[in-house]
């Protein structure tokens, strides 16, 4: 069955940088967009960045454009989000999604906290 | 981009049909059939329960349903349960430069 598994939260202070992964089991990772969403405590869903199945094509949202960088290693069935220049407002559950069809997250990991403060 | 509109809580008993809002403009929700819904219980993280605004993935109970009218789509649950007590978020591709874009979310009680 389809696993994805986050790792690489944790407390970092503001300006700092993160870097989280994500493993992917149990489907044809190359296959498939991914996508990374974040919820702050308390808060809703908001859409952070997608990548392509091939990793030529990656859109962000304009909260993190520029601080952020989605990648895939379609070798080693892994997503990553390298997050720069953290921000208070950055702190949130980090879930990545498999994609399949155009905005639609089929599956979900169970999120990796990161929280950004001082 | 800003986030789509929804109502912040429905409520209704048991065996009774709800329906929650998802309000945006031309460039996402109107102009494109792609909205997805999604159920979220406290602690866990979201299912997707319908795409492209009325289909539905395999193993999601046919309780549940989506439409759309203009720029307004619609997640309708009907025989409600106690199980479908959750938080529910619309989502829809944009044609901005951000992709996608999720609504504020609702909170649905089963009374």
């Known amino acids: 069955q389809v696993q994805l598994v986050e790792s690489g939260g944790g407390l970092v202070k503001p300006g700092g940088s993160l870097r989280l992964s994500c493993a992917a089991s149990?489907?044809?990772?190359?296959?498939?967009?991914m996508s990374w969403i974040r919820q702050a405590p308390g808060k809703g869903l908001e859409w952070v960045s997608y990548?392509?199945?091939?990793?030529?094509?990656?859109y962000y949202a304009d909260s993190v454009k520029g601080r952020f960088t989605i990648s895939r290693d379609n070798a080693k069935n892994s997503l990553y989000l390298q997050m720069n220049s953290l921000r208070a407002e950055d702190t949130a559950v980090y879930y990545c999604?498999?994609?399949?069809?155009?905005?639609?997250?089929?599956?979900w990991g169970q999120g990796t906290l990161v929280t950004v403060s001082s | 981009q800003s986030a789509l509109t929804q109502p912040a809580s429905v409520s209704g008993s048991p065996g009774q049909s709800i329906t929650i809002s998802c309000t945006g403009t031309?460039?996402?929700?109107?102009?494109?059939?792609?909205v997805s819904w999604y159920q979220q219980h406290p602690g866990k993280a979201p299912k997707l329960m319908i795409y492209?605004?009325?289909n539905r993935p395999s193993g999601v109970s046919n309780r549940f349903s989506g439409s759309k009218s203009g720029n307004t789509a619609s997640l309708t649950i009907s025989g409600l349960q106690a199980e479908d007590e959750a938080d529910y978020y619309c989502?829809?591709?944009?044609?901005?430069?951000?992709?996608?874009?999720f609504g504020t979310g609702t909170k649905v009680t089963v009374l």
């Open positions: 999604a498999r994609g399949g069809i155009v905005a639609a997250n089929f599956n």
């Open positions: 149990g489907f044809t990772f190359s296959d498939y967009y």
């Open positions: 990548i392509s199945s091939s990793g030529s094509t990656i």
């Open positions: 031309s460039s996402d929700v109107g102009g494109y059939n792609y």
């Open positions: 492209e605004v009325s």
């Open positions: 989502s829809s591709y944009t044609s901005s430069s951000t992709l996608e874009v």
